[in-house]
């Protein structure tokens, strides 16, 4: 039997849990990991004749997930120099 995390759809559903904590636990810090098991999943996909060992998966993973967290990071995080001004306060 192959081992269960060399099957592209177990990333998947990694990928889908993670992205329904994200929903749940705002923050863009599980999107990031969500966003590198999809990757794993469809590099898994695409390229499945190549004999994948875990801690090869593994390393991809991380990297990919680190590659999506520092893009996002990049694109959502506040410019430099500008500053969080909040016009109402809600116990106001």
Not at 51 to 59: E, S
Request: charged share 10%.
């Amino acid at each position: 039997m192959t081992d269960l995390w060399s099957v592209w759809w177990v990333w998947m559903a990694a990928a889908l849990a993670l992205a329904i904590i994200e929903v749940l636990a705002p923050g863009f810090i599980f999107l990031g990991f969500a966003i590198g098991a999809a990757l794993t999943g469809l590099l898994l996909l695409i390229l499945p004749g190549i004999g994948w060992t875990i801690p090869i998966l593994a390393l991809i993973f991380a990297a990919l997930s680190l590659a999506a967290w520092l893009i996002l990071r990049r694109s959502f995080a506040l410019r430099t120099g500008q500053v969080k001004h909040f016009e109402d306060d809600i116990n106001g």
